[in-house]
């Protein structure tokens, strides 16, 4: 995915990228940033009452930063929450039949282990080298849906556990092992042991 310098929004993202946001391959024009006013001169036709093109001009709004800091222009092993949950206003809940289900973004979505870096173009001006940023590159194998489903592209879903929920399982584990073992004297090889 890649975020322009200025204005922000999403220059580029893949089909993984789209999956990551829970878009279908069909519907990456919702990451990108078009006007009213320009959807309006490019297509005469639309009819803005049409419930089709109201979901296709729905935008998500991704929370990555357009620029990086400092002096570093490639960082790894980023995580950003870059969704957020959203309810509707307490007028959308009183009157249910006003909410629209494609302005609710339900899920939390955080990338795991990303990397990002500046895109930059060069040209030479007055006999030096001269860098204009276009914006930051993003890329991920990993994310988390909610805090607790990590998913992968291609559909790849299962639990997501923190290092605290993994050691606490394996201690956990590990009394057990122990009592059978230690209290009632079950050997190594014992189906029950080794289960």
């Avoid at 995580?79 to 509707?88: F, N, Q, T, W």
């Avoid at 988390?144 to 956990?172: F, H, K, M, V, W």
Wanted: glycine share 8%.
């Amino acid at each position: 995915m890649a975020s322009p310098g200025e204005g922000g929004g999403v220059l580029y993202a893949n089909t993984a990228a789209l999956e990551t946001v829970g878009l279908k391959p069909f519907e990456y024009e919702r990451l990108f940033s078009v006007s009213s006013d320009d959807k309006n001169n490019n297509d005469d036709s639309s009819d803005e009452n049409d419930p089709k093109n109201k979901e296709q001009t729905m935008l998500l709004e991704i929370d990555l930063p357009n620029e990086i800091k400092g002096d570093k222009k490639y960082a790894s092993g980023y995580r950003k929450k870059i969704l957020r949950a959203s309810r509707p206003s307490k007028e959308e809940e009183d009157d249910t039949a006003s909410v629209d289900d494609t302005a609710i973004q339900t899920t939390d979505v955080t990338i795991l282990d990303a990397h990002k870096w500046a895109l930059e173009s060069g040209i030479i001006e007055g006999g030096k080298f001269v860098t204009t940023s276009l914006g930051v590159a993003y890329a991920w194998n990993e994310w988390i849906l909610n805090d607790d489903i990590l998913c992968t592209p291609g559909g790849g879903r299962e639990p997501y556990l923190t290092n605290a929920q993994i050691e606490e399982a394996i201690s956990n584990q590990a009394d057990v092992i122990r009592e059978l073992k230690e209290v009632q004297g079950l050997g190594n090889k014992d189906p029950k042991v080794m289960d």
